[in-house]
């Protein structure tokens, strides 16, 4: 990524995390799941916010972490489970094959998202995520395949190349408002990263929260279509130099109007598994 060419940022908040004695906690609780729950020290700080089409042609899942891709879907209505598990599965799917060059993926969870409440309640639908983290660590990327597969499968599986990819896309666009932005991983450090425990109704978990650097760039993709994905890593299993871990964040843009809709979202996670 050549920074001189990023422009048009705009300054915002971001929730970090405070290293501390214990070990924060993440939990998801309520019906469905929709409700989370954050205990440990946080801190905000005002960041700026760089706008990532700026860049987006030079940015790679290696290099960078993150790309914005086109993406058109055929699902009518991502209100009805059995369009996405039918439809946007496998889409996605392919989409990660074709990014990524694995031999064979598979999507295994998904959470859909809306700033609206009635939609929360009615579809057990989440809140965007306000503060900065990434999904899995070094821990939990390899224990997810061992959740998902029989022992002897798992195993098999760990002595390969393999990454867990998400892919985010808007459900009701334009988004103008709490878009998702990226820190860019090559401005991380390893201190930066927080092991947190992520715990789920039937599991426990383990997330990293990201701590406050000075040195962190953030990128978003204003204005997303319901026509774009963007496609990031949040496990790499090589540790050969290129991006394991893709820190993200929804923010509050500045330039929000005031009657903006509340912003629905679909986030798909997936295997990707290398010969």
């Known amino acids: 990524m050549n920074e001189v060419l990023l422009k048009d940022n705009v300054q915002a908040p971001v929730t970090y995390t405070v290293r501390g004695t214990e070990k924060p906690v993440a939990s998801t609780t309520g019906p ?3 409700l989370r729950e ?7 700080h005002t960041v700026e916010f760089y706008d990532g089409r700026s860049v987006v042609d030079t940015l790679s899942l290696d290099d960078d972490g993150f790309r914005l891709v086109n993406a ?10 059995s369009q996405i598990e039918e439809v946007y599965y496998k889409e996605v799917e392919a989409l990660i094959k074709q990014e990524t060059g694995a ?19 009615g579809h057990f639908a989440r809140k965007p995520v306000v503060v900065s983290h990434n999904d899995y660590t070094a821990w939990s990327g390899p224990q997810r395949v061992r959740d998902l597969y029989t022992e002897e499968e798992a195993e098999a599986r760990l002595k390969k190349r393999f990454s867990i990819i998400q892919v985010w896309r808007p459900i009701s666009g334009p988004v103008v408002s709490w878009p998702l932005a990226f820190c860019h991983p090559s401005k991380v450090e390893d201190r930066d990263l927080i092991a947190s425990e992520r715990r789920h109704p039937n599991r426990v978990g383990e997330i990293y929260m990201l701590a406050h650097n000075p040195n962190h760039q953030w990128l978003y993709f204003p204005h997303m279509t319901t026509d774009e994905a963007l496609v990031f890593r949040c496990y790499e299993s090589m540790e050969d130099g290129r991006v394991r871990f893709t820190p993200h964040t929804s923010f509050d843009d500045p330039t929000t109007p005031k009657d903006a809709p509340p912003r629905e979202s679909i986030e798909i996670r997936a295997f990707a598994f290398f010969s």
Not at 38 to 44: H, L, S
Not at 72 to 81: A, G, M, N, S, Y
């Open 38 to 44: 954050w205990k440990g020290e946080y801190e905000t």
């Open 72 to 81: 058109p879907t055929k699902v009518e209505d991502f209100w009805q489970p």
């Open 103 to 121: 031999q064979e993926v598979l999507v295994f969870d998904h959470t859909l998202r809306s700033g609206n409440e009635d939609k929360q309640e």
């Open 32 to 34: 469905g799941g929709r």
